[in-house]
């Protein structure tokens, strides 16, 4: 079977069957080639979106612990209705919001698409609040050294090493909870980055690390 194609004096030639299928065979290898590299950088971005999202945080605790006398963020309630810390991102976050981010609509807040989220965390939808997602809730602390209990809180200055002590981390997909602790950080921490998990310390740098790095003593005060 022949096609017919123009060359560029305006001529008619042919070529045939063999040559298109050697042509798509080409195209077809390129693509596969190209995809990778593509799906790679995007990988890449989500997870600078993501250190993004944990130096804002790192910003907005400056800000806080500069404006309560050196203080570190405390745990608020899990409701108005008690004085217990819920163990969720939001009871943490929730005093930084109110101060620092009121002109975030809550649907948008609760989608999990600010600073709050990871867009490399799966994202179905939470049950219990309509518009919220399970990427609303991307990071948590370590209760060992920053605690559980509302109203509890440090001075950064009784920080020892605030460049070896991590303050806020990433956990797994589809848990909700702001806390683990240094035993069992292996299975809360989620490395969705390659294998690797992003890291806010103490001094308010963010970092990347495999699971291979990280050892319970950079989540003790110490």
Avoid at 42 to 50: E, M, N, P, T
Avoid at 53 to 79: C, H, R, T
Avoid at 169 to 182: H, K, P, Q, V
Wanted: aromatic content about 12%; proline content about 5%.
């Amino acid at each position: 079977m022949f096609y017919k194609r123009k060359t560029k004096l305006g001529k008619l030639c042919r070529f045939t069957l063999i040559e298109l299928l050697i042509v798509i065979a080409i195209i077809a290898i390129l693509a596969a080639l190209l995809f990778p590299a593509l799906s790679k950088a995007k990988g890449l971005s989500r997870q600078i979106v993501c250190i993004n999202n944990l130096k804002q945080w790192g910003i907005i605790v400056s800000e806080y612990s500069n404006d309560f006398d050196g203080y570190m963020p405390q745990p608020a309630p899990k409701s108005s209705a008690t004085t217990s810390y819920g163990g969720y991102w939001d009871c943490y976050y929730c005093p930084l919001r109110e101060l620092y981010l009121t002109n975030i609509p809550t649907q948008v807040w609760g989608s999990g698409n600010r600073i709050n989220g990871c867009p490399e965390k799966l994202n179905p939808p939470f049950a219990t609040w309509v518009g919220f997602t399970y990427r609303h809730w991307s990071y948590m602390i370590c209760e060992t050294t920053f605690g559980n209990t509302v109203g509890m809180t440090i001075k950064n200055n009784q920080i020892k090493n605030p460049g070896s002590l991590v303050y806020i981390t990433e956990n797994i997909d589809g848990r909700s909870d702001a806390l683990f602790t240094t035993a069992n950080y292996p299975t809360r921490l989620g490395f969705r980055h390659n294998g690797k998990t992003n890291l806010l310390w103490c001094d308010m740098h963010a970092d990347t690390a495999p699971l291979t790095k990280i050892s319970q003593n950079i989540f003790i005060n110490q």
